[in-house]
């Protein structure tokens, strides 16, 4: 079993000078029992080492963007290069518009593209463009969708489908809060009750489509194309939050795997190549309405600044490569099946829900479709199954919500030394 001395001596450390001891609270441990989060010195392609000089199999992929693994002699080179020509300039470069061709390319409803610098703010602008666009204050969201930290998302299901939210933060007016309307995911009667009674404030629907932030939870049959008719039938527009998804499990967006198209989408994570990225885009006619050439106003010092650009080139000309996706399925698929029969083997009350190489362990014997499903499995059990974990040389996030992310750098053996260390946790601590 590791040992985390130098972690716990750092952690103390940092409560003394970074708030909480951490700069975002998903990385504290205090929904998995408390402790310091061990503090990790490198990583190198699925492995990574902590100040500790203790070895894990990284499945956090710094909650998604690392899909390349740690340190991607790719994605390096590239930084390296557009670092000794300069990493900001504050004026357009042919970098940002190769890289918005490349990715209008891949996802065609972007039909313009602007970048800003985190998911945040780029979930954030579309709605602000939704806005603007149709001259309606609402949003319609599903329940336990994360969606960044601006005000607007930061907002809690009301009791009902015709009851508006509630501040989920300290510090975000009830005022915001009621312009945010919240439904359970995969339910369209609840979604058709909140259009029918909110009608035309509406002005968009934000959706993740393929969720990522309670787990991996798919659509159900049909539930994507029922929410487009309807926001569009209702006048309002579809934001697809792809913070997530995007270039997740194919190379394009969950838009194009499932086969339904937005208005508007949100971008980040993946496409910065492990750099602070985000972007938006969608339906021209909409996207005219951003600055300069319509009344919404977004900025931004860093947008689209050439370091970030040159990464994310870097990034996707790895993932366009063929077989990747292929790979990273096949990885999954053997991590899922070994994961289950050990499940089996220790009658565990668990259960998996994947997609590619994206997976979630929830401990409930229920196939979780919805947040109240995911909210309802066993915490303590997963603190339990992550404090195993982590002793013992496998990273994942330290929460119940979070997914397990494969990387192109993962191999065979990761899976392999992966099912023996959960073994030993079912065994031991179980
Ligand atoms: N949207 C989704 C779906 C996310 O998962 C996240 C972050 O986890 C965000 C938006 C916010 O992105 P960022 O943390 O880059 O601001």
């Given at each position: 079993?590791?040992?985390?001395?130098?972690?716990?001596?750092?952690?103390?450390?940092?409560?003394?000078?970074?708030?909480?001891?951490?700069?975002?609270?998903s990385r504290s441990y205090k929904a998995v029992g408390?402790?310091?989060?061990?503090?990790?010195?490198?990583?190198?392609?699925?492995?990574?080492?902590?100040?500790?000089?203790?070895?894990?199999?990284?499945?956090?992929?710094?909650?998604?963007?690392?899909?390349?693994?740690?340190?991607?002699?790719?994605?390096?080179?590239?930084?390296?290069?557009?670092?000794?020509?300069?990493?900001?300039?504050?004026?357009?470069?042919?970098?940002?518009?190769?890289?918005?061709?490349?990715?209008?390319?891949?996802?065609?409803?972007?039909?313009?593209?602007?970048?800003?610098?985190?998911?945040?703010?780029?979930?954030?602008?579309?709605?602000?463009?939704?806005?603007?666009?149709?001259?309606?204050?609402?949003?319609?969201?599903?329940?336990?969708?994360?969606?960044?930290?601006?005000?607007?998302?930061?907002?809690?299901?009301?009791?009902?489908?015709?009851?508006?939210?509630?501040?989920?933060?300290?510090?975000?007016?009830?005022?915001?809060?009621?312009?945010?309307?919240?439904?359970?995911?995969?339910?369209?009667?609840?979604?058709?009750?909140?259009?029918?009674?909110?009608?035309?404030?509406?002005?968009?629907?934000?959706?993740?489509?393929?969720?990522?932030?309670?787990?991996?939870?798919?659509?159900?049959?049909?539930?994507?194309?029922?929410?487009?008719?309807?926001?569009?039938?209702?006048?309002?527009?579809?934001?697809?939050?792809?913070?997530?998804?995007?270039?997740?499990?194919?190379?394009?967006?969950?838009?194009?795997?499932?086969?339904?198209?937005?208005?508007?989408?949100?971008?980040?994570?993946?496409?910065?190549?492990?750099?602070?990225?985000?972007?938006?885009?969608?339906?021209?006619?909409i996207m005219e309405s951003v600055a300069p050439l319509?009344?919404?106003?977004?900025?931004?010092?860093?947008?689209?600044?050439?370091?970030?650009?040159?990464?994310?080139?870097?990034?996707?000309?790895?993932?366009?490569?063929?077989?990747?996706?292929?790979?990273?399925?096949?990885?999954?698929?053997?991590?899922?099946?070994?994961?289950?029969?050990?499940?089996?083997?220790?009658?565990?009350?668990?259960?998996?829900?994947?997609?590619?190489?994206?997976?979630?362990?929830?401990?409930?014997?229920?196939?979780?479709?919805?947040?109240?499903?995911?909210?309802?499995?066993?915490?303590?059990?997963?603190?339990?199954?992550?404090?195993?974990?982590?002793?013992?040389?496998?990273?994942?996030?330290?929460?119940?919500?979070?997914?397990?992310?494969?990387?192109?750098?993962?191999?065979?053996?990761?899976?392999?030394?992966?099912?023996?260390?959960?073994?030993?946790?079912?065994?031991?601590?179980?």
């Open positions: 079993m590791y040992s985390h001395e130098k972690s716990q001596t750092l952690q103390t450390q940092a409560e003394d000078v970074i708030l909480g001891g951490v700069n975002s609270p408390g402790g310091a989060p061990v503090v990790m010195d490198r990583g190198e392609g699925a492995h990574f080492y902590d100040v500790d000089g203790n070895r894990y199999i990284d499945y956090l992929a710094a909650y998604g963007p690392i899909i390349t693994g740690h340190a991607h002699p790719r994605i390096h080179e590239a930084i390296a290069e557009q670092s000794s020509k300069g990493i900001l300039y504050g004026t357009p470069t042919e970098l940002e518009i190769g890289f918005a061709n490349r990715i209008r390319d891949a996802i065609p409803s972007l039909e313009r593209v602007r970048f800003v610098n985190s998911g945040t703010e780029a979930v954030m602008t579309t709605i602000r463009v939704a806005r603007a666009y149709t001259s309606r204050n609402k949003i319609l969201k599903f329940e336990g969708c994360y969606h960044g930290h601006s005000d607007l998302v930061l907002v809690a299901a009301g009791s009902g489908p015709s009851q508006l939210g509630t501040p989920d933060s300290a510090g975000v007016p009830k005022g915001v809060a009621e312009d945010v309307i919240t439904v359970p995911f995969n339910n369209l009667e609840d979604f058709k009750t909140a259009i029918s009674h909110f009608g035309d404030e509406i002005a968009a629907v934000l959706v993740e489509p393929i969720v990522g932030n309670f787990g991996i939870v798919e659509p159900m049959e049909g539930f994507l194309e029922a929410v487009n008719d309807i926001a569009h039938d209702n006048g309002s527009l579809v934001i697809y939050d792809e913070v997530i998804t995007a270039f997740r499990f194919m190379y394009g967006g969950a838009q194009n795997l499932l086969g339904v198209e937005p208005d508007l989408t949100a971008l980040g994570k993946i496409i910065g190549g492990g750099t602070p990225i985000g972007a938006y885009g969608g339906r021209k006619d319509g009344p919404a106003y977004q900025a931004g010092t860093m947008a689209g600044n050439p370091l970030s650009m040159a990464a994310g080139i870097a990034c996707l000309e790895v993932l366009e490569k063929p077989g990747v996706y292929t790979e990273l399925d096949r990885l999954g698929g053997m991590l899922e099946d070994g994961l289950i029969e050990l499940i089996n083997k220790y009658s565990i009350k668990a259960t998996i829900n994947r997609l590619v190489g994206a997976l979630t362990i929830y401990f409930t014997d229920e196939t979780v479709t919805n947040y109240t499903m995911a909210e309802a499995s066993d915490g303590e059990q997963f603190a339990k199954f992550f404090n195993g974990l982590i002793r013992r040389g496998i990273n994942i996030a330290p929460s119940k919500y979070e997914a397990w992310f494969l990387t192109t750098e993962h191999t065979e053996e990761d899976i392999k030394e992966t099912l023996s260390i959960v073994e030993e946790v079912f065994k031991n601590e179980f």
